[in-house]
Nanobody
Framework: QVSLVESGGGSVQAGGSLRLSCAAS????????MGWFRQALGKEREFVEA????????YYADSVKGRFTISRDNAKNTVYLQMNNLKPEDTAVYYC????????????????WGQGTQVTVSS
């Protein structure tokens, strides 16, 4: 069993930065592909980024490429999402997820989810 807890959300102006963290419990964290998803009000949850267990492969949504960066520290059981040049359309609840059964960009296959952290970007 894995428990995921996100933190680091908040309110920023357009062009600002935030770094989200996702702390995981469980000794098998380092084996898992980890992903970040987001859900804006009234919209479906969408893929943002994912990272393999050793960080050798990254997956990005086109909408965040060049602005957001995913990373992980297996010694700390933590995955991060550095978000730069934020835009109002990035406003959403951001979720951390672990251990997809299929493609890392598909939300349906992830086995574990956090509760989410709100990110609000004002213009």
């Amino acid at each position: 069993q894995v428990s995921l807890v996100e933190s680091g959300g908040g309110s920023v102006q357009a062009g600002g930065s935030l770094r989200l963290s996702c702390a995981a419990s469980g000794r098998t964290f380092s084996r898992y592909i980890m992903g970040w998803f987001r859900q804006a009000l009234g919209k479906e949850r969408e893929f943002v980024e994912a990272i393999t267990w050793n960080g050798d492969r990254l997956y990005y949504a086109d909408s965040v490429k060049g602005r957001f960066t995913i990373s992980r520290d297996n010694a700390k059981n933590t995955v991060y999402l550095q978000m730069n040049n934020l835009k109002p359309e990035d406003t959403a609840v951001y979720y951390c997820a672990a251990d997809p059964s299929g493609s890392p960009v598909e939300r349906g296959g992830y086995r574990y989810w956090g509760q989410g952290t709100q990110v609000t970007v004002s213009s």
